[in-house]
């Protein structure tokens, strides 16, 4: 995700009891009389109904009072960005709480997340009161069409990508079940995530067995690969490291048989900030020339969340020779152009209006046997939730592609 906002609020683990302030630790003064006591004693009863209600919170926003300089959000190193995020009007930074009492409250709040009841007890969305496997199954009822298509045609592709804005914990009671039941939904053969944390990830493995599952990481934030079993099967799989990446990023890769064709995906997050520009071109450069490595008899798909602007594409003499941008190939749908879109998307309340074309499919085609070509691209997520925000700030990219004889 792209320079990730500096003017959201820091959140902190612990709840604020429901009811308002807390609670006096001085000592009763010598002559009280008894009818404070009694008030005391009143006191103490409300704040255990209080603490016993807010149990049933997942996450609490709290206000802190430091608040990191743009030189510090900037140079943090990406394991301690798993913190509450904030914007600034220039860049959409990533930008995390530089202590580590933050970076530990922050981690356990997301943590709670997994230990969500079953069934929801105080969210007034359908989906909420649904264990997070029904929202999955497509078990939602009420005529919601959230059921995997039985009709799809077994030899095409299906291939979704996604920043799934891990970092943010905020509404994660709506925006994680709606991940759930869109990933549900469309059951792509193959999903390519970003921004994907620990505590997201824990829930996708329980709740998505019929998916095995690639990462990039073990902690902070990572992409993922999610090959769905009965349509795939895993040949080797490998991360690249970017050498000069100040951020952890990689370029995670798994070569998979689908159908009888050999097929490579990639995805990475590129380096995110404005002043990262030349670092996100290497970047882009090392992804392009491991799509033009792969073996000839391998179809090569690249989606991920490159933080790219159409002026350093150009920058670098535009596509390579061999690699396509599957959006211009399906000719270039309006629809489809932006996927970091603050006029429609909200989630991070910029002062300023920004659509930009960050997410990406790139294609290399093999160059022997038969040929895979693009039939469909469409935008998900673009649902506002209960809460008036939606499942990320970025749209996510699912594309169709079906295989073609190589005598046509």
Not at 127 to 139: A, D, M, N, W
Request: charge should be neutral; include cysteine; glycine fraction near 6%.
């Amino acid at each position: 995700m792209e320079d990730k906002q500096n003017h959201e609020q820091s959140l902190a683990s612990t709840d604020i009891p429901a009811g308002g302030d807390k609670e006096s630790n001085k000592p009763p003064e010598a002559g009280q009389t008894q009818g404070k006591a009694v008030k005391k004693k009143k006191r103490v009863r409300n704040k255990q109904r209080a603490q016993q209600a807010s149990s049933d919170q997942i996450i609490t926003q709290q206000n802190t009072s430091h608040q990191p300089s743009g030189k510090e959000k900037q140079c943090l190193k990406p394991q301690h960005m798993l913190t509450q995020t904030s914007c600034e009007q220039s860049t959409q930074t990533e930008t995390p709480e530089n202590t580590s009492q933050d970076q530990a409250t922050q981690t356990l709040s997301l943590e709670r997340i997994h230990t969500q009841p079953t069934e929801s007890k105080s969210t007034q969305t359908k989906t909420g009161r649904l264990s997070y496997k029904q929202l999955y199954e497509g078990q939602v009822g009420e005529g919601q069409d959230c059921a995997p298509d039985q009709s799809r045609n077994p030899e095409q592709l299906t291939v979704l990508t996604w920043n799934i804005d891990g970092l943010d914990p905020e509404d994660v009671r709506e925006r994680v079940p709606s991940l759930l039941l869109h990933l549900g939904k469309y059951r792509a053969d193959v999903v390519l995530l970003q921004e994907l944390v620990p505590p997201y990830l824990k829930i996708l493995k329980e709740i998505m067995t019929d998916y095995e599952f690639l990462q990039g990481s073990d902690d902070g934030y990572f992409t993922g690969i999610l090959l769905r079993r009965c349509r795939t099967e895993l040949v080797q799989s490998n991360i690249v490291n970017y050498p000069t990446t100040e951020m952890g990023r990689n370029l995670l890769m798994a070569e998979v048989n689908f159908s009888g064709h050999q097929l490579c995906f990639m995805t990475s997050h590129l380096e995110s900030l404005k002043a990262s520009s030349q670092e996100r071109l290497n970047q882009l450069r090392r992804v392009w020339k491991r799509m033009r490595e792969a073996p000839d008899s391998q179809t090569v798909i690249f989606g991920g969340d490159t933080n790219m602007r159409d002026w350093e594409v150009k920058k670098l003499g535009g596509l390579p020779d061999g690699i396509t941008d599957v959006w211009e190939m399906l000719g270039e749908p309006e629809d489809c152009k932006y996927t970091w879109d603050t006029v429609n998307n909200n989630n991070k309340g910029l002062p300023f209006p920004a659509r930009l074309r960050f997410d990406r499919v790139y294609m290399r085609a093999a160059r022997e046997g038969a040929q895979l070509r693009p039939d469909t691209m469409k935008l998900v997520g673009l649902k506002r939730l209960t809460c008036g925000r939606f499942t990320s700030d970025h749209w996510g990219i699912l594309c169709t592609f079906s295989f073609e004889s190589s005598a046509e």
